[in-house]
């Protein structure tokens, strides 16, 4: 059984937990973690028996078989582009950048590089999403409504939308994504903030935000972004197709048809052990499971940053409607047309 030498760049919770997942695996070696914040990086390391490293060149120079990039959102992109060089397969926690550019340079570095990659939607790797796709494969989906409301997560730089993108962007990218799968590619977005931020320290973003989509397949949708709770409320999707309908969360699917309603439970932690295992055994020529290369998940960025920006400007937003952009959306093959387009 061949080992994989993990490092890890950023300590914070995500990165602590794909420890802990990682740290279980029989043929997963962590070999270190680095940190702007030494003192996390030390405590990460020492809870770890690892090495903590000074920066990501260091990091790099022990020669790990691959890393896992577990940043906020503004800090993307300098740590992928060094990973990138160093031709070290790499596992981005979503969202991959707090902007659209960022995201686009490090996927064309990627495909130059041909470089193995992965991104966290360990939404993909929920059983449910499966039997979703399975009960719509022969009805086509009329409409969709997509929700995360919520509370502001207790870290200083959520509420500052260069910081994060804002709750579209860094939350609800996880139900964006699963309407890509299970709905197809948007092709046209309007969404509105209520221009308010929430009551924390240096807010700008919009507390609550409401979004129309419009599918190439012609399917119609809503997205609602809400942070002004003090718990998790609802993140999930309803589906409608024809004498069908569906409601997905990362709990569990229910399924209303003909025959009455049913509830299939989901198992989320489950989930993210899976979409680190498919990245390990992708690594070590033992398993080829990704589902969600970081071309793929550059897709959904695109999505999210468009009704984003609709937010931000009050005009709708087109998307690229060209072959590679509605391409089936779990093989994994990069090609994408580039960039949004405000409509007049």
């Not at 494969?137 to 969709?144: G, L, N």
């Not at 948007?186 to 969404?191: H, K, L």
């Not at 993140?235 to 569990?252: K, Q, Y």
Request: one cysteine or more; glycine letters at 10%.
């Amino acid at each position: 059984m061949r080992t994989c030498r993990v490092g890890l760049v950023g300590a914070g919770g995500v990165a602590q937990r794909h420890a802990r997942v990682l740290g279980s695996f029989a043929d997963v070696e962590l070999v270190g973690v680095t940190d702007v914040t030494r003192s996390a990086a030390a405590r990460l390391a020492d809870t770890h028996s690892t090495r903590a490293f000074a920066d990501v060149d260091d990091l790099l120079a022990a020669g790990p078989d691959a890393v896992y990039v577990c940043v906020p959102p503004f800090a993307h992109g300098p740590v992928e582009e060094a990973v990138v060089a160093a031709g070290v397969p790499m596992f981005v926690e979503k969202p991959v950048a707090v902007d659209l550019d960022t995201a686009e340079r490090i996927a064309a570095l990627v495909e130059q590089r041909r470089l193995l990659t992965a991104v966290g939607h360990h939404w993909r790797y929920l059983h449910v999403v499966s039997q979703a796709r399975e009960l719509l494969a022969d009805r086509p989906v009329r409409m969709i409504n997509g929700a995360w409301l919520d509370k502001v997560p207790p870290v200083a730089w959520w509420a500052v939308r260069d910081r994060s993108g804002g709750p579209v962007v860094e939350q609800a990218a996880h139900v964006l994504d699963l309407t890509r799968v299970l709905v197809g590619e948007a092709v046209e977005v309007t969404a509105y903030g209520d221009g308010n931020p929430p009551p924390v320290d240096d807010a700008d973003i919009d507390s609550v935000t409401a979004a129309t989509l419009r599918f190439a397949s012609g399917a119609v949708g809503t997205l609602a972004a809400a942070c002004v709770l003090g718990w998790k409320h609802r993140a999930g999707l309803e589906i409608l197709a024809d004498g069908l309908a569906l409601s997905l969360t990362e709990d569990g699917l229910t399924v209303r048809d003909t025959d009455g309603e049913r509830h299939l439970p989901a198992d989320p932690d489950a989930a993210r052990v899976a979409v680190d295992r498919a990245f390990v055994d992708a690594v070590t020529g033992v398993g080829d499971d990704i589902r969600v290369p970081y071309a793929e998940a550059l897709r959904t960025q695109r999505l999210a940053v468009a009704l984003a920006q609709s937010a931000r400007t009050g005009r709708g937003v087109s998307l690229p409607t060209g072959p590679a952009a509605l391409a089936p959306t779990t093989d994994g093959r990069p090609g994408a047309p580039t960039g949004v387009g405000v409509d007049a």
